[in-house]
T-cell receptor, first 113, second 110 residues
Framework: EPEVTQTPSHQVTQMGQEVILRCVPI?????FYWYRQILGQKVEFLVS????????KSEIFDDQFSVERPDGSNFTLKIRSTKLEDSAMYFC???????????FGDGTRLSIL | GDSVTQMEGPVTLSEEAFLTINCTYT??????LFWYVQYPGEGLQLLLK???ADDKGSNKGFEATYRKETTSFHLEKGSVQVSDSAVYFC?????????WGAGTKLIIKP
């Protein structure tokens, strides 16, 4: 069965550094998402992406965050200047249509020191 | 805004016991409802879904019925196995995002 793949599985970064989290969605999917889960808290929506542009974003997704689909297969989340509170598990998801079940990757654990 | 409330865990059961994990929601309209499961060291996997009132989602022996009257979507399984040990998340679709419950950790002892 096709899978969403995320790399790296664990990223350790110094505060203030830029970090890029990578995702390869399922190939025929059209809608892409990032969620995050801070340890001990609920999974939270960050952003959705369709037709090469952001379709929705939460208030968490401020100017420090950006997303890109640079080559038609990868879907990346960039955090420009990381803060301690960005430490979380970040999940990428994709789906064929906006109201269909989302398929998730295994997540990237981001640790900011 | 919309929200999902799950029973707190961990829930510890013996193998072959009956499982119920409660989930209630608050939403305008009738959102699609989901259960996702996260096995140790893995990502979020869709377990089952229901898209309208009285729908029953089922998969791998798990079931959940969309109850509009009680705004609930409780997860049940008749006989759990050690391999069912995981964290279970209830979620609803809110037009453009999934809204998640806090997750319930399930521990099954042999």
């Amino acid at each position: 069965e096709p899978e969403v793949t995320q790399t790296p599985s664990h990223q350790v970064t110094q505060m203030g550094q830029e970090v890029i989290l990578r995702c390869v969605p399922i190939s025929n999917h059209l809608y892409f998402y990032w969620y995050r889960q801070i340890l001990g808290q609920k999974v939270e929506f960050l952003v959705s992406f369709y037709n090469n542009e952001i379709s929705e974003k939460s208030e968490i997704f401020d100017d420090q965050f950006s997303v890109e689909r640079p080559d038609g297969s990868n879907f990346t989340l960039k955090i420009r200047s990381t803060k301690l509170e960005d430490s979380a598990m970040y999940f990428c998801a994709s789906t064929t249509a906006y109201n269909q079940p989302q398929h998730f990757g295994d997540g990237t654990r981001l640790s900011i020191l | 805004g919309d929200s999902v409330t799950q029973m707190e865990g961990p829930v510890t059961l013996s193998e072959e016991a009956f499982l119920t994990i409660n989930c209630t929601y608050t939403a305008t309209g009738y959102p699609s409802l989901f259960w996702y499961v996260q096995y140790p060291g893995e990502g979020l996997q869709l377990l089952l879904k229901a898209t309208k009132a009285d729908d029953k989602g089922s998969n791998k022996g798990f079931e959940a019925t969309y109850r509009k009257e009680t705004t609930s979507f409780h997860l049940e399984k008749g006989s759990v196995q050690v391999s069912d040990s995981a964290v279970y998340f209830c979620a609803l679709w809110d037009n453009y995002q999934l809204i998640w419950g806090a997750g319930t950790k399930l521990i099954i002892k042999p």
